[in-house]
């Protein structure tokens, strides 16, 4: 299985980006698709996760400003990032997991940088 992010890019406090990653590679689409990220010196950390039902979860930190969203059909996820923050500048990557071979994949990363 494969995992390919995209969306990451250099944006001014405020704005907004959209991450997009797809699965490949696999006959079966994911269970739980999610987003992490890493900052410069610290640990990665979970952003929010998407059940195959739509459930959702999110950090506190993130809520009311970030979207996770999935597309089955695609066996894709997106994460929509709106009112971003110099802390939320972190390389982004995508999870995907399937429960059926206890399996976990994760994409390459993508950056995000937010300037003040």
């Known amino acids: 299985v494969q995992l390919q992010a995209s969306g990451g890019g250099l944006v001014q406090a405020g704005g907004s980006l959209r991450l997009s990653c797809a699965a490949s590679?696999?006959?079966?689409?994911?269970?739980?698709m999610g987003w992490y990220r890493q900052a410069p010196g610290k640990q990665r950390e979970l952003v929010a996760t998407?059940?195959?039902?739509?459930?959702?979860n999110y950090i506190d930190s993130v809520k009311g400003r970030f979207t996770i969203s999935r597309d089955n059909a695609k066996n894709s996820v997106y994460l929509q990032m709106n009112s971003l923050k110099p802390e939320d500048t972190a390389v982004y990557y995508c999870?995907?997991?399937?429960?059926?071979?206890?399996?976990?994949?994760w994409g390459q990363g993508t950056l995000v940088t937010v300037s003040s």
């Open positions: 590679g696999s006959a079966r689409s994911p269970n739980a």
């Open positions: 998407i059940g195959s039902s739509g459930r959702t």
């Open positions: 999870n995907a997991e399937y429960y059926y071979s206890y399996r976990s994949y």
